[in-house]
Every structure is written in structure tokens, then in C-alpha cells.
């Protein structure tokens, strides 16, 4: 069984493991083409018990859509030795099936964590990206309906936070 995470207020749950991921501790960082970016630290709870923890970088951008500004954070797990330690918490979850859609639902987890956010004056979208490169790298068959841009950047996961009044 993969894990199905619900989002809740300041995290994201999984009914069947009772594992729990909360919104990451998060810490400035240089990203290698030299921009400023974030280092995001999660942690994986069960009734309140850190079982293991996952960290990797991400980039952020503000876009303008509709007269309406919208922050996109991007979750760069393009990296094989980041996927190959996201697979190794199959054994966690006592997850079976294809890596693929365990990496996809992991992935929805940690952007879930954000998902219950109601303190936001801006639309925020937080999506996990990968690369096939890292896919292939991994061992990981890239399968079902995936979203696949230009550029050969994957997206695993994507979650959407509606602006909420200021």
C-alpha cells in the first residue's frame, strides 16, 4: 500500500501509517548556479516520535497571474541520491508497488505539509520537481500520467494555497 497524505493545518498526515510530516524547518541557502535559495528540513513523526528526517534545497519565485501575485516554491529533489533515500522510506510506510508512485506520493506529502495554510495574503504553490536524469540515475521507471515540461523538469507533486484575506 503507498501512502495517501491528508493535509491538516501545520502538516500532512497518512491515515494508514499514522505517520505525520510537518512543515519543514526551513534555512537560507546558495543553490549551485549561485542564487539564493532555501534548505528545507522535514521531519517524519509517528504519535509525536521522529522516525527519520529527509532535507534538500529548493528555489522560490513571485509571478503575477490575473492581477493576483502568486508564490511558487519549488522542491528541487533532482538529485539520484536524494530519490534513492526518499525510496528507502518504502520501508517506513510498508509501501508496496512501483518507486515511481511512491516518490509521487511521498512527494504529495511534503507539499501537503503547506496545504492547511489559512495565514497567507498571497496564492502560494508549492511544487516538487525532479529530472529524468535523476530518474534514470535512481533505477526509477517513470510511469502514468506525469507532468513533464519543456525543459525535461518532472513534477511529482503539486499543492495550491488560495490567497486568504489580509
Known amino acids: 500500500m503507498t501512502p495517501d497524505f491528508q493535509a491538516r493545518p501545520d502538516s500532512s498526515f ?37 522516525l527519520d528526517g529527509l532535507g534538500f534545497l529548493g528555489s522560490d519565485v513571485v509571478v503575477e497571474k490575473d492581477g493576483q ?5 519549488t522542491f528541487h529533489l533532482g538529485r539520484e541520491k536524494l530519490l534513492r533515500a526518499m525510496l528507502e ?17 511521498l512527494a504529495q506529502g511534503l507539499v501537503s505539509a503547506y496545504a492547511g495554510r489559512t495565514d497567507n495574503v ?10 529524468f536524469e535523476a530518474h534514470s540515475a535512481a533505477g526509477v521507471f517513470i510511469s502514468g500520467e506525469t507532468q513533464v515540461l519543456d525543459d525535461g ?10 490567497k486568504h484575506a489580509g
Open 69 to 73: 501575485r502568486e508564490w511558487i516554491f
Open 153 to 162: 523538469i518532472v513534477i511529482l507533486a503539486e499543492a495550491l494555497v488560495p
Open 14 to 50: 497518512d491515515l494508514v501509517s499514522g505517520i505525520s510530516i510537518n512543515r519543514p524547518r526551513i534555512l537560507p541557502a546558495i543553490l549551485a548556479d549561485g542564487r539564493e535559495g532555501t534548505e528545507y528540513q522535514y521531519a517524519f513523526l509517528r504519535d509525536g516520535k521522529r
Open 122 to 131: 498571497d496564492a502560494l504553490r508549492y511544487i516538487a520537481a525532479t529530472t
Open 89 to 105: 522510506f518504502k520501508a517506513v510506510f510498508h509501501a508496496d508497488g512501483e518507486d515511481f508512485e511512491f516518490l509521487c506520493k
